[in-house]
């Protein structure tokens, strides 16, 4: 079945720094890509999303790029914040029977420091 | 265009008792999804309404129960509670259109059973 693997965490970086969380996916047609990003205590926000094969989504400085022959959608960000500190999802959507259906790996925690 | 919104957002129940979470989807969304986040289990899925009939359905046992209303709010029951269902339950509605569907999250209802 459908699957996405993302790298496990916590992350801790400190602020400024690079980030790169890893996500990579299994599916048997052409999904859309997500990254969700979720504060404490608060539900998942659409962070950025991409449709097709080598579509960049980004939004707030973070950037992700569908990679079909990898399948891959890694999520970076140059300069990483203390408000960056979240639980950051990545997903995929797919037709799956007549209906969409969606996928999420397990989350991977980010932690940045002053 | 006011998100999605659930209530209630917090609430502490007995086991055996039952609840019901509310959800309204962003206006002209017709899909709602509902999902329970643990933090041993992640993000399952729990099922899915459009236009009033459940189209998809997670593993969950008979206890979790949905149903949607003509103006596409949504509700979800859980009968006997057990306090393994103490989690943040979350709603999502699904925006599809030329770029793609998207589904967005409401900021969700702490369930704590004691």
């Known amino acids: 079945g459908d699957s996405v693997t993302q790298m496990e965490g916590p992350v801790t970086l400190s602020e400024e720094a690079f980030l790169t969380i890893n996500c990579t996916y299994t599916?048997?047609?052409?999904?859309?890509l997500f990254w969700y990003v979720q504060y404490p205590g608060e539900g998942l926000q659409l962070l950025l999303k991409?449709?097709?094969?080598?579509d960049k989504g980004s939004n707030k400085g973070f950037e992700a790029t569908y990679r079909k022959e990898t399948t891959s959608f890694h999520l970076e960000k140059g300069s990483v914040q203390v408000s960056d500190s979240a639980v950051y999802f990545c997903a995929l959507d797919l037709n799956s029977g007549g209906y969409q259906k969606v996928t999420f790996g397990t989350g991977t925690k980010l932690q940045v420091i002053p | 265009k006011a998100g999605v919104t659930q209530t209630p957002r917090y609430l502490i129940k007995t086991r055996g008792q039952q609840v019901t979470l509310s959800c309204s989807p962003i206006?002209?969304?017709?899909?709602v999804s509902w999902y329970q986040q643990t933090p041993g289990q992640g993000l399952q899925f729990l099922f899915e309404y459009f236009s009033e009939t459940q189209r998809n359905k997670g593993n969950f046992p008979g206890r979790f129960s949905g149903r949607q209303f003509s103006n596409s709010r949504s509700e979800m029951n859980v009968s006997t509670l057990e306090l393994g269902d103490s989690a943040l339950y979350l709603c999502a509605s699904r925006q599809t259109g030329l770029a793609g569907n998207t589904i967005y999250f409401g900021e969700g209802s702490w369930l704590t059973v004691v």
């Open positions: 991409a449709t097709k094969a080598d």
């Open positions: 206006s002209g969304h017709r899909s």
């Open positions: 599916a048997t047609g052409y999904p859309s």
